[in-house]
Nanobody, 117 residues
Framework: QVQFVESGGGLVQPGGSLRLSCGAS????????MGWYRQAPGKQRELVAT???????NYADSVKGRFTISRDNAKNTVYLQMNSLKPEDTAVYYC???????????WGQGTQVSVSS
């Protein structure tokens, strides 16, 4: 069974910063697209950011300019640096690994990010 080691969630004030980390096995990390998704209460799970094995990135419009996704190949770890956090960013954040051919996807357990005064 594939397991992710996630960390970095917590409670911060508006305008603050957090960095999420997700560690995976080499066999998964080397060929899968890694990403972060989030789900707020009463809302559908949505894409936040993704990064391919080649380093190409994609961001949701709502986080462009504030969040940065990156990967450390030596540590088999993907990061999400979140700056200028807003209350609207409050959600459970999930680490994801996805492969297109053949189709496959793995999810982390989720970590809570809360932004409030």
């Amino acid at each position: 069974q594939v397991q992710f080691v996630e960390s970095g969630g917590g409670l911060v004030q508006p305008g603050g910063s957090l960095r999420l980390s997700c560690g995976a096995s080499r066999s998964i990390f080397s060929i899968y697209t890694m990403g972060w998704y989030r789900q707020a209460p009463g809302k559908q799970r949505e894409l936040v950011a993704t990064i391919t094995s080649g380093g190409s990135t994609n961001y949701a419009d709502s986080v462009k300019g504030r969040f940065t996704i990156s990967r450390d190949n030596a540590k088999n770890t993907v990061y999400l640096q979140m700056n200028s956090l807003k209350p609207e960013d409050t959600a459970v954040y999930y680490c994801s690994a996805e492969r297109a051919f053949p189709r496959n996807r793995f999810w982390g357990q989720g970590t809570q990010v809360s932004v409030s005064s």
